[in-house]
């Protein structure tokens, strides 16, 4: 088992993986960000399924 964070905590991931399989955990305002995480673990060698909890969180924006 493995626990990765150093270089993608500054975006809001943290990843651990487990005989093949990885768990995405974390927070990201851009839901393309979280599908591009996805779809780049899908792309690394030996890496077998994909979990992704990654929570997309909204910022308000104030009224004109």
């Not at 943290?14 to 599908?35: F, H, P, T, W, Y």
């Amino acid at each position: 088992d493995r626990r990765f964070g150093s270089s993608t905590s500054a975006l809001g991931i943290d990843a651990e993986v487990s005989a093949g399989r990885v768990l995405l955990k974390g927070a990201l305002s851009d839901q393309n960000m979280i599908a591009e995480a996805v779809r780049l673990m899908h792309m690394i060698a030996g890496v077998q399924s994909v979990e992704c909890r990654i929570s997309h969180i909204a910022f308000a924006r104030e009224p004109n």
